[in-house]
Every structure is written in structure tokens, then in C-alpha cells.
């Protein structure tokens, strides 16, 4: 029984694992065709949002800070378009 619980545990953090590593594939596009960070931050700034932590995990731009109603966010975006790809 011990074994099965660890065999499920196991496997339960390799496949939550998986997914976010997963989670951090925002675009297939080549870099030169991204939005410069200067004109991601203006975007999103416009928006509403209130950027407090910026990073570039794999091919996402992210960020963790406010919405325009103060909510928290972190959210991943594809930094082609800035669209949405993840939000937590």
C-alpha cells in the first residue's frame, strides 16, 4: 500500500510538473518578431495593469502585480501579441 501511495505521489508531481513547464511555451515565433519589453510594459500599462515584477521565462513574458481593479495577478503572455496565456 506504502508503494502504491508513493508510486501516486510520484507520479502526480511529475505530471504537475509537466504542466507547467508546459505552461511557459507562449509562442513559436522567432524573438525578432516579439514586442520590444519597453512596448509590452506601455501595452499592459494601458491596460490597467500595475507591473511590480516583470520576467521572461521560456517563450513568455511575465508578469506579477495589479489589474486595473487592483486584483493581484501573475500572469504569462505571448509576447508577439501580448495576449494571455496563463493567468493564476
Known amino acids: 500500500m506504502k508503494t502504491l501511495i508513493a508510486t501516486l505521489m510520484t507520479s502526480t508531481m511529475l505530471l504537475t510538473g509537466g504542466l507547467a513547464h508546459a505552461a511557459k511555451n507562449c509562442t513559436d515565433e ?51 501579441d501580448g495576449s494571455i496565456v496563463k493567468k493564476k
Open 30 to 80: 522567432p524573438k525578432s518578431k516579439w514586442m520590444s519589453i519597453e512596448e509590452f510594459k506601455k501595452q499592459k500599462k494601458a491596460e490597467g495593469y500595475k507591473i511590480r515584477k516583470f520576467k521572461q521565462p521560456g517563450t513568455c513574458y511575465e508578469i506579477y502585480g495589479t489589474d486595473k481593479d487592483g486584483n493581484d495577478v501573475e500572469i504569462y503572455f505571448n509576447p508577439v
